[in-house]
Every structure is written in C-alpha cells, then in structure tokens.
C-alpha cells in the first residue's frame, strides 16, 4: 500500500506564501484522500431488527394489550 502524504511541499507548490500559508484570493492546494484510513470491512451485518429481539417485543406488547383488556373487562363486570 503506497502512503502518499497529504501535506503540500512549500517549495513545489505554487500560490503558498514562505510560511505555507495561503494569500487571500488563492484556492489552497488539494489534499489527497487517507488511503490506509482503517481496514477493509468484508462483513456488513444485516440491517433491520433480528427475529428474536423482535418477536419478543411483540409478545410483550401483545401481554399487555391482553392484560389491560382483561383489566377493562372485569371493570365493567
């Protein structure tokens, strides 16, 4: 992997001041990207809610839908 560093050279870049400075009116020099950011994802999990987690809300939600209907029910009784 070639690592090319994104700092310009003062001296074979043009438009910089001495310092590496840029004056006013003058489109700094481009910065390359960072080829070795991080290592190369080959596994990407799939997105969404798993099945399990999933189906246990639902149960829950269904729990306590029956229990509250159950609650309204004898009120009323």
Do not use: Q
Not at 9 to 15: H, L, N
Not at 42 to 53: E, Q, R, S, Y
Not at 56 to 67: Q, R, Y
């Amino acid at each position: 992997m070639n690592h090319i560093n994104p700092d310009p050279e003062p001296e074979r870049t043009t438009g910089l001041e001495p310092g590496g400075g840029v004056p006013p009116g003058e489109t700094p020099p481009a910065e390359s990207s960072m080829p070795g950011a991080g290592p190369r994802e080959t596994h990407n999990p799939t997105k969404g809610w798993a099945k399990g987690p999933l189906t246990l809300i639902i149960v829950l939600v269904v729990l306590c839908a029956a229990f509250f209907l159950a609650y309204a029910i004898d009120l009323m009784l």
